[in-house]
């Protein structure tokens, strides 16, 4: 049940409740740091909606009627649940706003998070953050259980009830090891080829196997192997057992540059997007909108 207009706001019962201790309007209005004319004022206006004479006044000052004396008892009790209530409050924004639960996908954990994070936590060092870092399918999961505020992802495909923002783009590496057949070649692997060649891959629910399949219109073989981590995937390959593994830039760079891994271009375009994520019936507020914000920043 709503309240009656003039219950809606207690800053006239509490000014009232002022005067009922301290003996006078302009005792009260300075403990409210307000001017002792715009209490007067605040007072009549409490008494106009009440239609109530709460206090005698004369030109010695102001006392409580014994209606007033009455609505200051009855007021009491709800003023004091005001200020339980804004203490309340307060403690819990302040208490949500030193901490952020945030959920990524392996490669955005990995190669773009901590950078996004030191910027953070510069700007917020009392902040303290937690970080689950696993594939797209389970961040997305996480953010609309509610058991993290802000996600990361990188597969191509948002589930209903997320709202999802680019914050960077990435792009998929066909990778080999030193001595396969496709590290010298000059005009790379068709999509063909790669549609039914059986990789080292990550397993479902992966962003970068799913972005990689939806490349290929969904026409995969079933993987060589099925690996948890991108770093096992590059082990993997790497070992020269003529495996291939299609990864991102971002996680193959100083393989690549160390020469452990080549490149091996290819005909099927593997751009893809990765995106903050978060229910759609929220906002972004505090420390997620601020790493948000950052994440944009970098982009």
Do not use: C
Request: proline fraction near 6%; charge should be positive; avoid cysteine.
């Amino acid at each position: 049940m709503p309240l009656p207009p003039v219950f809606a706001d207690l800053t006239g019962f509490d000014l009232l409740l002022s005067v009922a201790r301290l003996g006078s309007v302009g005792r009260a209005a300075a403990e409210h740091t307000v001017s002792q004319p715009a209490a007067s004022a605040r007072l009549r206006e409490l008494e106009r909606r009440l239609g109530l004479t709460l206090l005698h006044r004369t030109p010695r000052g102001s006392t409580l009627t014994g209606t007033g004396a009455l609505v200051a008892d009855w007021a009491r009790a709800a003023v004091d649940a005001a200020d339980a209530l804004a203490t309340g409050v307060a403690a819990l924004r302040e208490t949500r706003e030193s901490r952020l639960a945030v959920a990524a996908s392996q490669t955005v954990a990995e190669y773009l998070l901590p950078t996004w994070l030191v910027g953070l936590r510069t700007a917020q060092p009392g902040l303290t953050v937690t970080l689950r870092a696993a594939n797209s399918a389970d961040v997305a999961a996480a953010v609309l259980a509610q058991q993290v505020e802000l996600g990361f992802v990188e597969g191509p495909d948002v589930p209903p009830g997320l709202h999802a923002e680019v914050v960077a783009t990435d792009r998929l590496v066909v990778v080999v090891a030193p001595a396969h057949p496709w590290a010298k070649r000059r005009r790379g692997v068709s999509a063909e080829e790669l549609a039914g060649t059986p990789l080292v891959s990550r397993e479902a629910g992966s962003g970068t196997r799913r972005a990689f399949e939806q490349a290929l219109g969904g026409r995969t073989t079933a993987p060589l192997l099925e690996l948890s981590s991108t770093t096992a995937i590059k082990h993997a390959v790497a070992a020269g057992s003529g495996a291939a593994a299609v990864l991102s830039s971002l996680a193959v760079s100083a393989e690549l540059a160390a020469g452990t891994l080549v490149a091996v271009a290819s005909a099927v375009p593997l751009q893809r997007r990765l995106r903050a994520v978060w229910p759609v019936s929220d906002q972004l507020i505090g420390p997620a909108r601020d790493l948000y914000a950052i994440a944009r920043r970098h982009r």
